[in-house]
């Protein structure tokens, strides 16, 4: 399938896949005023927005803490595809008019991924789970169309970072950035979250699984999903002069 395809599917499918999970907080700050309406209507339309225009798929999964897997959430992801090897990803909350924008995520084929250096793999984690267990959706979009994109997923991996941590009821963006990763085994993901985006999106999980039977599991690039070896990395907020150098 083309992208273009996909998009025409996408088009097709508009509004069967959104508006229907809510934000986690409720920011403090007042209603916009006429003006700001006013300034943010004008902005719509005249501003050029070509690189928002290219967020074509929406995909709803699953994310916990690096070195703290009973830390979970729900993540909506809105992605671009940038080249055959390369995806990117806005993460939100929810996906109605109140959701915070919690991190973003950049997706790379697995010859991509075997490209990185064996440090730089720890910060990343596979996506063989999430598609073959039925976790990882496309909201809204024909099954065949769903069906062939989590055949490109599958063997993908990627490196996620949330910002905004609204799951643990932050009204406002405070903290430090966090590595998340993904599950990788059955009975991880607690059944309740799953259970309640089922019900939401109207799917089964289940199902799901049972549709994706014939995808192949990909063989797993060591390096990937290091937290199951003990090897955590996270973020550390620190006052040291050097800290913003690069030493990568």
């Not at 992801?77 to 991190?103: C, E, P, R, T, W």
């Amino acid at each position: 399938m083309t992208r273009n395809t996909l998009l025409v599917l996408l088009i097709i499918a508009a509004g069967c896949g959104g508006k229907n999970s809510g934000s986690q907080v409720t920011s403090p700050g007042d209603s916009l005023n006429a003006k700001d309406r006013l300034l943010n209507t004008g902005a719509d339309i005249l501003q050029d927005k070509t690189p928002l225009k290219h967020f074509d798929a929406y995909l709803d999964g699953f994310h916990f803490y690096n070195g703290n897997i009973n830390a979970q959430m729900e993540a909506h992801h809105y992605v671009s595809q940038l080249n055959d090897d390369l995806y990117q990803a806005v993460i939100f909350d929810g996906n109605g008019k109140d959701a915070k924008l919690m991190g973003v995520e950049y997706i790379v084929t697995a010859e991509a991924f075997k490209s990185l250096d064996e440090e730089e793999k720890k910060l990343w984690h596979s996506h063989h789970h999430e598609v073959k267990s039925g976790s990882l959706i496309a909201p809204g979009i024909p099954k065949v169309a769903e069906h062939e994109l989590m055949e490109k997923l599958v063997s993908t991996y990627g490196k996620t970072i949330h910002t905004w941590h609204t799951d643990q009821e932050r009204e406002l963006p405070v903290g430090s950035p966090m590595i998340m990763m993904g599950f990788t085994k059955d009975g991880q993901l607690h059944k309740e979250m799953l259970s309640d985006r089922d019900k939401r999106f109207n799917v089964s999980t289940e199902e799901i699984k049972k549709n994706r039977a014939d995808i192949p599991m990909p063989a797993l690039i060591p390096g990937a999903n290091a937290w199951e070896k003990g090897e955590i990395r996270q973020f550390v907020i620190t006052n040291k002069p050097d800290s913003a150098v690069h030493k990568h």
